[in-house]
T-cell receptor, first 114, second 112 residues
């Protein structure tokens, strides 16, 4: 029944490591997003893909690289992790068109960089 | 100036109270407005869209004032289960890209 799922739920790692977070949606949506929610609770968009095409790319360090193998999956790879990368990362999806802005979020991945 | 500004609260109210949250946005070209709800350590979920004429969904009423670039959410007869953070959300521009800008959120705590 899971609509938008992310793995892992928690990720604790050392500075300098490379890690990936995976996201999958079974809602039949064609657009997926990555958001970062920092310690002050601001939720900011990082990337968006529509049918595997990158359509939103905010000012994010190029250590962050999204990959969309198909429209149901959007993964996030982070190289050379830094302390400031510690945050909750949410994946979301929506359908282009009338309900483009109704986004369904995954449960989040809580990343802690030590 | 933040693109979407909200009073972070917290708002502590007794059950049954009426509470109102306000939000202002800076981009006059924004066309779509929403309230999302986020429970503690959970993901945000869409509560309701906000339409120009104002709209109501049960105990929740949303209003939009485009001239003042101001959005509000009124909750009547508060329940314990309404305790959460309410996020004011605006789309980035007049083009429909799905790029949403979230406010910091207003925390509501409903007490028995």
């Amino acid at each position: 029944d899971t609509a938008v799922s992310q793995t892992p739920k928690y990720l604790v790692t050392q500075m300098g490591n490379d890690k990936s977070i995976k996201c999958e949606q079974n809602l039949g949506h064609d657009t997926m997003y990555w958001y970062k929610q920092d310690s002050k609770k601001f939720l900011k968009i990082m990337f968006s893909y529509n049918n595997k095409e990158l359509i939103i790319n905010e000012t994010v360090p190029n250590r962050f690289s999204p990959k969309s193998p198909d429209k149901a999956h959007l993964n996030l790879h982070i190289n050379s992790l830094e302390l400031g990368d510690s945050a909750v990362y949410f994946c979301a999806s929506s359908m282009r068109g009338q309900n483009y802005n109704e986004q369904f979020f995954g449960p989040g991945t809580r990343l802690t960089v030590l | 100036r933040k693109e979407v500004e909200q009073d972070p609260g917290p708002f502590n109210v007794p059950e049954g109270a009426t509470v109102a949250f306000n939000c202002t946005y800076s981009n006059s070209a924004s066309q779509s407005f929403f309230w999302y709800r986020q429970d503690c350590r959970k993901e945000p979920k869409l509560l309701m869209s906000v339409y120009s004429s104002g709209n109501e969904d049960g105990r929740f009423t949303a209003q939009l004032n485009r001239a003042s670039q101001y959005i509000s959410l009124l909750i009547r007869d508060s329940k314990l289960s309404d305790s959460a953070t309410y996020l004011c959300v605006v789309n980035k521009s007049s083009s429909n890209t799905g790029k949403l800008i979230f406010g910091q959120g207003t925390t509501l705590q409903v007490k028995p």
